[in-house]
């Protein structure tokens, strides 16, 4: 009998909980249907490890460019110029290498000096002259295309035969020597980073019971860690079973755990949400509302610039059309990934699922043979889709 | 021989989780002023949404009853066709439009199908006359100060040809001149036969003008009185509100002793470039420790202007001269962080506009002024944060089930306490509170003022700016007054009178 009550509680309180998070969960269902349908689609072609990695790889570019635009989008700003950002700091890296001969890694640290530099004439441009973000990038957008063209304009595109550097968005991490099947390693990740999501949860609910703050009730915990550690194993035994983790993964985990870490538990990252909320509050308790818009401009061009490297990595080379488009994905991926358009709310976590839905989209598409002009239609109705349902449930939790 | 324009029954709406208004019966006569009161939540201004519509009909239960006639509103469309017209807290107007653009806004005058403007500025002049306002109809509304704002809405409602006209609190944001200069509008429409209800918090203003008050309590009717029947004064007002009696609105403090002088502005004098002109004329004002020192004028005396000229100057006033003394030590700040760094807060009059930030929590708000506190390495401690946070919310009477509630989901005087929180965890030396207690009910207005007290106990200063004088009257230790961006008079507490504080008020 008491069983029965418990169990009927359990019913009542994850339906709660799905209510209260409607927003997140249908994130995640959306992503999961659209995987499903291209797997059905393509008969089995989508969820194929190669895919997969293949599908990463095609993404890097864009979570990139998307965690940086979250930030800027909090703080109720736009960056249009993204793309061409992006484009013409990977020309910079392929002259760089190539024509003069510059070793490929000090190549990669100019273009992210050089990023810096974008960021600060940007940021200082709408920060300290007051022209609004929209029109200061949009004028990024023609001047950094003509510097992409006029850097290409003699040579045409141009090739990159370096392989450390090429490797960055081709390749894959190296394996143990142990002769095994599958990729050790990989594994070997794969299970450190259950671990350490287990842990980081299981710390997180300690603490609020510690304050007795509501919390999940056992079981839907555990139930949420199960099913949380089972989607890491599976995608790590996916992409173990082909060639291991990407160097593109890697990256762009990399910069993920440090953007998180900076949003969620520093100053700074409390500061972003306190202007995108109100920036005049912000203002007012104290907090250099410039200083911060700044260095969201600038860590925007940095991770452009990382994008722009990871983009010609993976074509292997740098052409005068990298770059055309590439603002539209980012700024789509972080709203569909529930940036709120009114700014304020958004997490950067939230923003690489939303790039993973768009990406996604294009990957399954192009197996499907898709026309491109289709596959516009379609990526704008899914974003617009995922806006309005945004902007609604926000407005009923009011 | 009751002759009801009005009659509510029952009126009962829920929200999730609350019951807004819980059999509510209000009755209101023909060609009176009506008063409805009641503590903040207490479901004034739900009721009077039920009544134009904007709670559509169907999500509530009970009859509306209006001219003898029960009515079914879908929307504020459908009230205002048969005359009823209601007047928000925050106007909605635009500043940009001229004034006979705005009057006519939504009901445009049409010949054929488009806006026969010559008609209209002819109507609409005369609609302003209606309401005493003898200006240009074509200048821009943002060229008014905000009580002939006020008048312009009331305007447009005459315009609308309204039978019942609903002001929700419209004399929160005017000065006493402005507001005096408003209930006597109301008094006259009411000779041509408009029927009003009010919603106030201020009960003076309430005694004053209404015909009948009604009392509002935790979505319930207390008491409908008739004011002609018995003359009712604020204390019975007060104690039906808040269910018991209040016999001291400002409570006393019982160490008056004062300290040295923390505070002092010589000369002060600021331009605004906006504006093009000075703005505050050689200032001189100074504050010791442990006094609360009232900053009291009439709107647009520059008392909002001088706390942002020396709170590092958010505004970007230019300071042509004087000198601003902490404690003795010469300091001009270049941001509010620096302001907040050498001791100084300020609490805005605009808790919603730029005080706090509603889509965050009370944690977060509480807080954010001195994460530099609660930072250790890189991080902040999240776990020290909540104990903060937690100390505040029962120490200063924040009502909300945790600390985890969003401040836009509270009610005025639970904001404004985070707003106190917040700077408590600073710990200035000196605090400006700026409007502290507007739109807030009686009950949370006291917790307001004894927290002031005791702050000052502790050794704080506090600066107080306010427009009501007999808040300003019964908390300072003594008070300067402003006109016109002067110091036109200073007075101990034992010296000031509401007269004597008036007439230093107009002068210029």
Known sequence: ?398 | MNDYILEMNNITKEFPGVKALNNVNFKVQRGEIHCLVGENGAGKSTLMKVLSGVHQFGTYSGDIVYNGEVQSFKGIADSEEKGIAIIYQELALIPELSLYENVYFGHEILKGKNIDWNETIVKATEMLKKVRLDVDPSMKLKSLGVGKQQLVEIAKALSKDVKLLILDEPTAALNEDDSQNLLNLIKELKEQGVTSIMISHKLREITAIADTITVLRDGATICSMDCHEHEVTEAEIIRHMVGRDMDNIYPQREDKTCGDVVFELKDWTVDDPKKGREILHNININVRKGEIVGLQGLMGAGRTELAHSVFGNPTGYKITGGTLLMEGKEQRFKNPKEAIKNGLAYVTEDRKGNGLILIQDIRYNTTIANLEKLTEGLAINENEEIRVANEYKDAINIKAPSIEQKIGNLSGGNQQKVQLAKWMFVNPKVLILDEPTRGIDVGAKFEIYTLMNKLVEQGMSIIMISSELPEVLGMSDRLYVMSEGKITGEFTSEEATEQKVMEMAIKS
Not at chain 1, 76 to 102: E, K, P, R
Not at chain 1, 231 to 251: D, E, F, H, K
Not at chain 1, 314 to 326: E, K, V, Y
Request: proline share 2%.
């Open chain 1, 1 to 398: 009998m008491e069983n029965k009550k418990q169990k009927q509680g359990l019913g009542k309180e994850a339906v709660q909980l799905l209510k209260s998070n409607i927003r997140d969960y249908m994130m995640y269902i959306a992503l999961v249907v659209i995987m499903i349908f291209f797997t059905i689609q393509t008969h089995g072609g989508f969820i194929q490890a190669r895919n997969i990695a293949n599908l990463i790889n095609q993404a890097g570019y864009v979570a990139i460019l998307a965690i940086g635009m979250t930030l800027i989008l909090i703080l109720v700003h736009i960056d249009l110029s993204v793309g061409y950002v992006a484009g013409f700091c990977g020309a910079v890296a392929a002259v760089l290498i190539t024509q003069f001969h510059i070793n490929e890694w000090v190549a990669i640290l100019l273009v992210l000096v050089l990023g810096l530099v974008i960021g600060l004439y940007q940021g200082l441009l709408v920060t300290r002259v007051g022209v609004p973000a929209f029109v200061t990038t949009l004028a990024g957008m023609f001047i950094f295309r003509g510097l992409l063209n006029l850097t290409l304009q003699k040579t045409g595109t141009i090739i990159i035969p370096n392989e450390g550097f090429n490797a960055l968005s081709n390749g894959f991490i190296p394996d143990l020597p142990l002769g095994s099947s599958i990729h050790v390693l990989t594994m070997i990740i794969g299970v450190v980073a259950v671990i350490a999501a287990v842990y980081v949860q299981i710390r997180a609910r300690n603490n609020k019971l510690k304050y007795n703050f509501s919390v999940p009730s056992t079981p839907i915990f555990v139930g949420k860690l199960i099913v949380l550690s089972a989607i890491i194993m599976v995608i790590m035994w996916v992409l173990a079973s082909y060639s291991g983790l990407p160097w593109t993964a890697v990256i762009v985990g990399v910069v993920l755990l440090i953007y998180n870490y900076m949003l969620t538990k520093t100053r700074l990252g409390r500061y972003i949400y306190g202007i995108g909320g109100n920036a005049q509050a912000a203002e007012l308790s104290g907090i250099n509302v410039k200083k911060v818009t700044l260095f969201a401009f600038c860590s925007m061009s940095v991770l452009a610039a990382l994008a722009g490297v990871l983009y010609t990595s993976r074509l292997q080379s740098a052409t005068p059309t990298a770059g055309l488009g590439f603002e539209l994905d980012a700024i789509a991926s972080s709203y569909i990934g529930g940036v709120a358009v009114s700014g304020g709310i958004g997490r950067v976590t939230n923003t690489i699922i939303g790039t993973l839905v768009i990406m996604s989209l294009t990957n399954g598409m192009n197996l499907m043979g898709v026309d491109i002009s289709y596959q516009y239609v379609v990526k704008g109705i899914i974003f617009i889709v995922a806006v309005a349902f945004d902007v609604r449930t926000r407005s009923k939790a009011k």
